[in-house]
């Protein structure tokens, strides 16, 4: 009777490891894909090495934005690409194009997500109605179609120097919004 009981106490905890096992690999497997950025020890474990990358994102027959690189170093089963010297286009309805450049960044080929990020120069975005903004560091977020930074920025154009922390916007629109301790300084026009 007790060895039939230790059978059973025996089988029911491998029951319940391998559903534990497998709930573990459901977990990560389902997880999403991190948009940080690569150590540059893991760059030598990419899946593929590409010299000259482009993605195009569309809908319709409309070309919605654009990026380049140099190069890539892609890595499947994280669903992402690390870039190097990055372009990126940004097309408005009416033939408009914002293009954006950054020396290296991350793009999450699940999501569509980016970051631009550099060490030197800053980022700079030349907005349609005159404006500039520079940063160090600029996502982009698909779903819901913005650019985003933690980093410090300053939005120069119009007579306006304004400077900050953080930034949200809407490129399509031309609307930014500057999330913390913002300044804004009247400069002369050049």
Known sequence: MLEVFARRALLSLSVLLAIFLGYLL??????SPSSRPILSGAIEKADAKL???TFTQSKGDAVEWQ???KQARLFEQEKRAVLHEVILRFYGGSGDEVTVQGEEGTFNTATKDFVLANQHAPIVVQTRSGYTIYTKR????????EIRTTAPVRIVGHGLEIRGQGL?????SEEFEILQ?????????S
């Not at 459901?26 to 997880?31: G, H």
């Not at 600029?138 to 179609?145: C, G, K, P």
């Open 67 to 69: 990026i380049q690189a």
């Open 51 to 53: 010299e000259e990358f």
């Open 181 to 189: 301790d913002v300044h804004v300084d009247l400069v002369s026009p």
């Open 168 to 172: 949200m916007g809407r490129i399509s």
């Open 26 to 31: 459901f977990r990560n497997a389902a997880s």
């Open 138 to 145: 600029l996502e982009w977020v698909e779903a819901v179609r």
